[in-house]
């Protein structure tokens, strides 16, 4: 059981904008920066969003990022055939005193 | 453009040892934060430990007392001493940059906890 919870699985349509959840609580997401990270299948895993909402050089502007109180989501928006991954999102976790991952959400692009 | 080389992974017995090594190159190495996820396969991914610029380390509950992080920056290295490894610590380790979150990763190298 994941500290941070996301929804197991995700699907959209191409051209479609998709949204993916990321919930925790007041030790973690509620007073710490929250990061999201893309990883195809046999990959590394690649940031994606950083900060909450900032973009690294070279990642699509059709990825967005947002925080609200102890929730973070990720949008897509565009959808693409290649966007089909597994997604993450991570934070600190005062409570733990360690880094904490969601449990992961899989992209499907039907 | 940061590089990361993981290796020292391989088929262990439980209650036995291994250290995993993570050759960076392409940044200044001691100026970073540098930790290790893991992820068994077909499952998510989990922050295992860090270590700071200062030589401050953290870890998870589930390898804390078990496994040690360390760090030669004459040697651009990272080290993971592991432990009385159990079949539950079975996975890709990978070796990540503690910029931004976590912005360079290598390619990771599987350690197999079997008898």
């Known amino acids: 059981q994941s500290v941070l919870t996301q929804p197991p699985s995700a699907s959209g349509t191409p051209g479609q904008r998709v949204s993916i959840s990321c919930t925790g609580r007041?030790?973690?997401?509620?007073?710490?920066?929250v990061y999201w990270y893309q990883q195809l299948p046999g990959t590394a895993p690649k940031l994606l969003i950083y900060?909450?909402?900032q973009r690294p050089s070279g990642v699509s502007d059709r990825f967005s990022g947002s925080k609200s109180g102890t929730s973070a989501s990720l949008a897509i928006s565009g959808l693409q055939s290649e966007d089909e991954a597994d997604y993450y999102c991570?934070?600190?976790?005062?409570?733990?005193?360690?880094?904490?991952f969601g449990g992961g959400t899989k992209l499907t692009v039907l | 453009e940061g590089q990361l080389v993981e290796s020292g992974g391989g088929l262990v017995q439980p209650g036995g040892s291994l250290r995993l090594s993570c050759a960076a190159s392409?940044?200044?190495?001691?100026?970073?934060?540098m930790h290790w996820v893991r992820q068994p396969t077909g499952k998510g991914l989990e922050w295992v430990s860090g270590i700071g610029t200062g030589g401050d380390t953290y870890y998870s509950g589930s390898v804390k007392g078990r496994f040690t992080i360390s760090r030669e920056n004459a040697k651009n290295s990272l080290y993971l001493q592991m432990n009385s490894l159990r079949a539950g610590d079975t996975a890709v380790y990978y070796c990540?940059?503690?910029?931004?979150?976590?912005?360079?990763w290598g390619q990771g190298t599987l350690v197999t906890v079997s008898s």
């Open positions: 990540t940059r503690g910029a931004a979150g976590f912005d360079y």
């Open positions: 991570i934070v600190w976790d005062d409570s733990l005193n360690g880094w904490v």
């Open positions: 007041s030790s973690n997401i509620g007073s710490h920066v």
């Open positions: 392409g940044f200044t190495f001691s100026s970073y934060d």
């Open positions: 900060t909450n909402d």
